[in-house]
């Protein structure tokens, strides 16, 4: 049996009474050993074949005692997991039996596992850890990870310690770390690394206040810059249209000696709409370039004309309408060798601005404004000449141009000619003339608003078949579709009953109107949005596109003539500065691509009678007279026969 042994639970082995084992000469005397002692003690009676098992227990006031089992020496095969060994101070005790039985069993494998406790020792007084018990299981079982990182964690290493918790604990102490070997150099470096960091961040702070304090200055310097600049070309716009004004009323006293006189027309046929239109105008340069025919203002001997081209002209252009205009002489009397040359009475001038801004898709006044060489050679041309500009659609910038030459404009303020040559603001000129106008709506900025007044424009007029919808801003049938809504209209049978019971007047009542306006209501969004046809597909190839520019530039809606046979006219007129309204020329329009785009005129004009139509133009005239409108502009009209009355109905359609 084994008596008064017993290992307590703070890892120290004590011993009661003295007994001797004579068989192997091994005493275990009265005292108490520490923890180095004890293990070297229990691995002398490992290597003499003794080995102890139990502990000490007490039950119910009673000593349990376990019989010493005795093993041969031939059968005292310790396990390697066994030897644990003791560090103190990081340093291992190399001399110890379990650490020298240990290294003589993993031999083998010794580099590694030295290392690995190199690694050990060192973090161990680097925290000036004093004592550490290693397991040697966890450390061969840590040893594979070791040999394939060669780099492990403070984790990794702390997991082959018998108590690893008490460890980090001691690890984490404030200061630990200063009290191990090297201590008072590392505690220097981090005195001075942190004495550093401190003077680096309050100078980056101050820096750091600097910057945003002129970024703070920056922006308010860039915020009363701009305001100053907004300031600044509001002024010189202001000047400029003020000047304009002046300018004009100075053309208009002295416009009838002009006309008369030797005089310079610099045309200037820039189409002056909004950046957005402008982006999707296709072959804008070139649809800037459609008045190159003003060259002809020459056949009046007293002028001379300066061309403002969106194109560069070559030799040979220029050579070809030279020849063109020296024919006027030879027509007149039939002989070819009358011919005469008028290349010194018209000049075509580039904006060299063309050639720099060729993406942001200018009007040709903002080009001619950002172009002073072109400006110097007008200036030179026009010295001491009566000059005047003649525009299309007048920009801001054709007002600084003609500042910057000091000559007037015959033209309305740019500001009315946007207003009266968009399809809503015709409209009303047309109105207050009081001419025959088809059925239709203006001003339409909501969805909304255009379903309910287009719904009760169909309960109006159901005998017309197709309705037009029209963008303010777009020319040439760009902004426009149609769409054939009472075919598709599943009450329209049902309404042409209601309106012959009835009856004409008493339909024209609200209350007539009202259930089949309802019903129009609930089909119209659908049928306009599966069946309306925009007339230029590549740009609105769905009606959803269309009607989203649609609201943004705001349009019209009106009937299209009730007849198989439709003719479009297009009348050129005048309105001097003087007052008097002119109409220049007449023509009927050929369409080659669709019923909605023009192709060119035919000049003069044979479907309606000349009568009728400078009646119907002259009144148009004077209501735009009535409205400060001066210049030059352009009535569309469509006639054609009413198939109820069988008679002739001119009617207009736009203005520009």
Known sequence: ?????????????????????????????????????????????????????????????????????GITPSRAQKSPWDYDFLIYNGVINKTAPNFLAFKEHFSSSW??????????????????IPEVKIKGNSLVTLLPEFELKNKLTRYDLLSVLENP??????????????????????AARKIQATWKCYKTRKLFLAHHQRKWASGVIALVCLHCHKTRLKKILTESRERHLENFRIRAKHLAANWNRIRTSRRTIIHIPSLGYSEPIRQNIADFNTQQNMQLGRLCDILDANVNVIYICSHQMNDELLL????????????????????????????????????????????????????????????????????YIVGEL????????????????L???????????????????????????????????????????????????????????????????????????????????????????????????????????????EELAGILAQHAQPVNAKRFPTWRKFLQTFLHQGGVAEAYPPAESVTNLTVDMLIEPSGEVRVLSTGDQFHADGPFISSGITMPQTSVDPQVLNSLCLQIGNACKMRNVVGYFSIDLVTFIDPSTMEQQVSRLDAT
């Open 411 to 521: 033209g309305p303020e740019p500001r009315l000619a946007h207003l009266y040559s968009t399809k809503s603001g015709s409209k009303r000129v047309f109105n207050s003339a009081e001419v025959p106008v088809p059925p239709g709506i203006y001003d339409i900025y909501s969805h909304q608003q255009m379903i309910e007044q287009l719904s009760q424009l169909v309960a109006d007029h159901l005998k017309i078949q197709r309705w037009l919808i029209k963008m303010d801003y777009e020319f040439g049938g760009n902004g426009t579709a149609f769409c054939d809504i009472p075919s598709h209209l599943k009450c329209y049978k049902w309404a042409l009953k209601e309106r012959s019971r009835y009856g004409p007047e008493d339909w024209s009542n609200k209350w007539a109107q009202e259930p089949a306006l309802v019903k129009i209501s």
């Open 320 to 387: 070809y309408y030279n020849k063109i205009l020296s024919l006027q002489a030879a027509l007149k009397t039939g002989n070819l060798e009358d011919r005469s040359d008028l290349q010194d009475r018209f000049k075509i001038i580039t904006p060299e601005a063309i050639n720099i801004f060729t993406k942001h898709h200018m009007c040709l006044a903002t080009h001619l404004m950002y172009s002073p060489k072109a400006i110097k050679r007008i200036k030179y041309l026009i010295q001491g000449k009566e000059a």
């Open 394 to 409: 007048l920009h801001r910038d054709d007002l600084a141009v003609a500042d910057v030459l000091d000559v007037p404009i």
């Open 165 to 186: 918790l008490h460890i980090q604990m001691m690890l984490n102490l404030p200061g630990q770390k200063y009290k191990g070997q090297d201590g008072k150099a590392e």
């Open 1 to 69: 049996s084994q008596e008064g042994l017993d290992w307590s639970t703070s890892g120290r082995l004590k011993i009661s009474g003295s007994r001797l084992y004579p068989d192997v000469g091994l005493a275990k005397p009265d005292c108490q050993l520490g923890a180095v002692q004890a293990a070297n003690w229990r691995a002398s009676a490992y290597e003499k074949g003794i080995l102890f098992h139990g502990k000490g227990k007490r039950s119910r006031g009673h000593q349990d005692r376990k019989a010493v089992k």
């Open 111 to 128: 580099g590694s596992i030295f290392s690995l406790l190199e690694h050990i020792e060192r973090l161990l007084r680097d925290y000036a």
